[in-house]
């Protein structure tokens, strides 16, 4: 029996594996569940004991990494962690040095980034990205309302406002990178570009609520 369930989380991680591989190198809407399947090792068969569809797959590929990712930005606690608008700043950093050098966090970030085309058909695909990246929204508005509580931030920055302009930068820097790899050495810019937006949110008056 133990034997068992170590033979199925096992397929589960191959079919994880391989549909970042299939996903990475046709792009999500054009991905197949037959291709996934073959790339895995596994039959079709096998695949649907696992996952009832693309979207369920997209999710559990979803979850693991974002795990990863969200235990390394260390902010769930941020409602009474005192540092936690820092801990957010110093995670993202680390995170954008580890893109360079592990091509599985690489390939993630292009699927999500460049890979999830918005072409008819890939409809759930993208309701999927969406319901985690308003996670990804939630603890970083959770960093943000700790840091202002700790003086950290400005008490009168708007919070939507600085959320969105945070989230857009990061997901800028991303794309960028992931676009043009060469034309960036996130090593060394990785530091300055996520203070600098993180500076971007206490001094900019253009963030703050009306008195």
């Known amino acids: 029996?133990?034997?068992?369930?170590?033979?199925?989380?096992?397929t589960r991680q191959h079919l994880l594996e391989a549909a970042l591989e299939v996903f990475h190198a046709r792009g999500v809407a054009r991905a197949s569940l037959d291709e996934i399947a073959r790339t895995a090792g596994v039959t079709r068969g096998a695949l649907y004991w696992h996952f009832r569809n693309k979207e369920d797959l997209f999710d559990a590929l979803c979850q693991a990494h974002f795990k990863d990712i969200r235990a390394k930005l260390s902010?769930?606690?941020g409602a009474v962690n005192p540092q936690a608008w820092n801990i957010l700043i110093e995670s993202c950093i680390a995170y954008y040095r580890r893109l360079v050098d592990d091509p599985v966090l690489c390939k993630f970030a292009a699927v999500l980034h460049l890979k999830c085309e918005a072409t008819p058909g890939n409809e759930g695909i993208l309701r999927v990205l969406a319901s985690h990246r308003d996670i990804w929204r939630q603890h970083m508005r959770t960093a943000l309302l700790s840091g202002q509580r700790h003086g950290l931030l400005p008490l009168d920055l708007d919070i939507d406002l600085a959320q969105a302009a945070f989230m857009s930068s990061l997901f800028g820097l991303t794309s960028l990178w992931l676009s043009e790899p060469q034309r960036l050495d996130?090593?060394?810019?990785?530091?300055?570009?996520?203070?600098?937006?993180?500076?971007?949110?206490?001094?900019?008056?253009?963030?703050?609520?009306p008195l």
């Open 1 to 10: 029996m133990k034997r068992t369930r170590e033979e199925a989380l096992q």
């Open 75 to 77: 902010c769930e606690d």
């Open 186 to 209: 996130m090593r060394h810019c990785a530091e300055p570009m996520v203070r600098a937006c993180a500076d971007m949110l206490s001094q900019s008056p253009h963030l703050r609520r």
